[in-house]
């Protein structure tokens, strides 16, 4: 059974750090592109990032781009998103999803999706 486990969510306090793991299992995720979404209470779900299964290319949105950096480790095969300077923004569930072939910003591509972790920014 393929499965997605998202873990390292929490609470932590305006320009902290977290570093959020999405963990496979059932399949191996070298090559597939991988996306981070969030979802915020009352609003749309959020494109974060995305990282290339064929070349590591790794692509941000505007409003996380400069403080979070998605990486993949595929001997852990796992994928992980650093997020450093916090703001309460960023407030939200945060998902992983993974494609075989889709690497971008419409979740509605992603064929596989973990169950998310909520990270709260809050002081």
């Known amino acids: 059974q393929l499965q997605l486990v998202e873990s390292g969510g929490g609470l932590v306090q305006p320009g902290g750090s977290l570093r959020l793991s999405c963990a496979a299992s059932g399949f191996t995720l070298d090559y597939y592109n991988i996306g981070w979404f969030r979802q915020a209470p009352g609003k749309e779900r959020e494109w974060v990032s995305c990282i290339s299964g064929r070349d590591g290319s790794t692509y941000y949105g505007d409003s996380v781009k400069g403080r979070f950096t998605i990486s993949r480790d595929n001997a852990k095969n796992t994928v992980y998103l650093q997020m450093n300077s916090l703001k309460p923004e960023d407030t939200a569930v945060y998902s992983c999803?993974?494609?075989?072939?889709?690497?971008?910003?419409?979740?509605?591509?992603?064929?596989?999706w973990g169950q998310g972790t909520q990270v709260t920014v809050s002081s």
């Open positions: 999803a993974a494609d075989r072939h889709y690497s971008g910003s419409y979740y509605s591509m992603y064929d596989y």
